[in-house]
């Protein structure tokens, strides 16, 4: 979190000029730093604990508003180049095409349902190891999540892409008339922030939630892998995402995995000699 803090705090100040809201953000950021500090003298109860794994998780709503006020007032986004990439990997558009070649309700209600499982995988996540396992998987999985959301953060904040549905606008027909492509569509008209689509968060947060499950959760995370690999699948086919996009997430979600022990071992404290 220091880390992000000071990496963001570098491109709130790169941004100030045209930011109006730029004295906010850095307060914001002098508020989570004494955030970390409070909590790293407080006694290690059991509480204590919950949320020094968790508060990433919590503040990730601030951040992911900052992000749309930055993109909203810089009006500088990406999407022309990672359209050329969508051609250049998929032979055209995917999220327009695929769900306009594909219009079953069926497929539809499934990976709308799986699209909008996403808060349920980053609520149930933590809760689950926190009560169900021990405390260093909490600890070793909060961390896992934790990095995959501000690393997503940081490349919005460098690269802001908005997505297809901004471009082309929202899916439209029998696909999108199915109770979950209503309801997720409400959820992002309601609380998305503009320039967040590039790599998708939703993909990358969601693989790596379910891969923090994998050694200490085995029915579970039987139960929510395949809901992961729809929900990946469900941001391009409801035009949400673009597939690079999805494809980036996917990616990073399991790079992240694959350093997260190690990169978490060398930030943690010494061991004793």
Do not use: K
Request: include cysteine.
């Amino acid at each position: 979190m220091l880390g992000f803090l000071a990496a963001n705090t570098a491109i709130v100040l790169w941004r100030a000029p045209v930011v109006h809201a730029f004295p906010w953000l850095l307060l914001g950021n002098a508020l989570t730093l004494v955030l970390i500090g409070l909590l790293a003298r407080a006694p290690l109860t059991r509480f204590a604990a919950f949320i020094g794994g968790g508060y990433g998780i919590v503040l990730t709503l601030a951040y992911y508003t900052q992000l749309g006020v930055i993109a909203l007032d810089t009006a500088h986004l990406n999407d022309a180049l990672v359209q050329r990439w969508e051609a250049a990997l998929f032979g055209g558009q995917v999220s327009v095409t695929w769900h306009e070649r594909m219009p079953g309700l069926a497929l539809s209600w499934v990976l709308h349902a799986c699209y909008g499982s996403y808060y349920g995988i980053v609520v149930l996540t933590p809760f689950w190891l926190f009560f169900r396992a021990p405390r260093e998987s909490y600890e070793r999985g909060m961390f896992l999540v934790t990095l995959a959301f501000y690393v997503c953060y940081l490349t919005f904040a460098l690269l802001p892409v908005a997505g297809p549905r901004y471009f082309y606008g929202n899916a439209t027909g029998p696909i999108a008339a199915v109770l979950p492509a209503r309801v997720v569509r409400g959820i992002l008209e309601s609380g998305s922030s503009y320039g967040t689509a590039f790599p998708s968060s939703h993909v990358a947060v969601a693989w790596c939630a379910v891969l923090a499950l994998w050694r200490d959760a085995r029915r579970l995370r039987l139960a929510l892998a395949p809901v992961a690999v729809g929900l990946a699948a469900g941001t391009v086919y409801g035009q949400f995402h673009y597939a690079v996009d999805a494809l980036a997430g996917a990616v990073l979600g399991v790079a992240l995995f694959a350093v997260g022990d190690r990169l978490r071992t060398a930030l943690g404290p010494a061991a004793p000699s």
